[in-house]
């Protein structure tokens, strides 16, 4: 990893480390940095995000997803029991 910034003792790395170690396109998570979803600053063009935050956002996304995915299998069990009874 290149350069690092420290800010109020947290350290927050370039969007380009980032996206290479996370495997995400610099675009996206510019766009995470924008929207305020990761903690991030920006300096001049570049945007430099704290990786623990990068790091929670993904592991919400992640539980996110699996609560979705547990919110439909209970509903299409209850749409197949459905069927069933009529």
Do not use: C
Request: glycine residues 4%; without cysteine.
């Amino acid at each position: 990893m290149s350069e690092h910034i420290i800010v109020n003792d947290k350290t927050y790395l370039p969007s380009g480390d980032l996206a290479k170690a996370f495997s995400y396109s610099i675009d996206y998570l510019s766009r995470l940095a924008r929207e305020g979803k990761v903690d991030a600053t920006r300096i001049g063009r570049q945007w430099f995000i704290n990786p623990e935050s990068l790091d929670t956002f993904i592991k919400d996304v992640e539980q996110k997803k699996v609560e979705q995915r547990e919110q439909l299998r209970t509903e299409r069990k209850r749409e197949f029991q459905a069927s069933l009874q009529t």
